[in-house]
């Protein structure tokens, strides 16, 4: 059986053998466009992570998705976006008791517009995974699919909840959520 070396994937990224993984990283770098060089870590996770190599070249051309991959190639190569299936529930189950606290208060509809304006406009937002059970089970008979990668909830109705917040910290302040409010109000 032929053991298969760096010498057979010439062909794909020119007409020399790779000679070694400062090359390689050079060579990915070059075909993504990628704004910061590769890690040695990112070429880890794209060589042994397939889902990871395959959101790199879909962010091709996004410098800013490009980037965020790049520093993260733990938590950008996951198979899907977010966290892992017990996870989400836990955090869903939580997120109902704090939600029933408050009599299931819902917010006004300006603060639900705001909200989901934002989450619309966000570089978070994604498709809800269809492969994964747990947004079948979760979505309201598949109409319901625009997810946070952050935390993997639905937008719609996180944005909904008095009791819940956005993951993520504003460019602005540190101190709120990219809804502006308060990071430490979940």
Known sequence: MNRMTTEHLAPA?????????EEMRRRLHEFLGAPIPISPEAMRAALENPAYAL??????GDAE???ELLRAPDGGGRETSGPGDGELLAHAAAAFARWAKTGFAMVARPVYQHRLATCHACNHLGDAPAERLVYRLLSNAGKEHKICTQCGCFVVRKAKLPTENCPVASSTNPQESRWGEPMTQR
Do not use: K, N, V, Y
């Open 13 to 21: 990224f020119g007409d020399a053998p790779i000679a070694s993984d």
């Open 55 to 60: 959101r790199l070249m879909e962010a091709t």
């Open 65 to 67: 998705q490009l980037t």
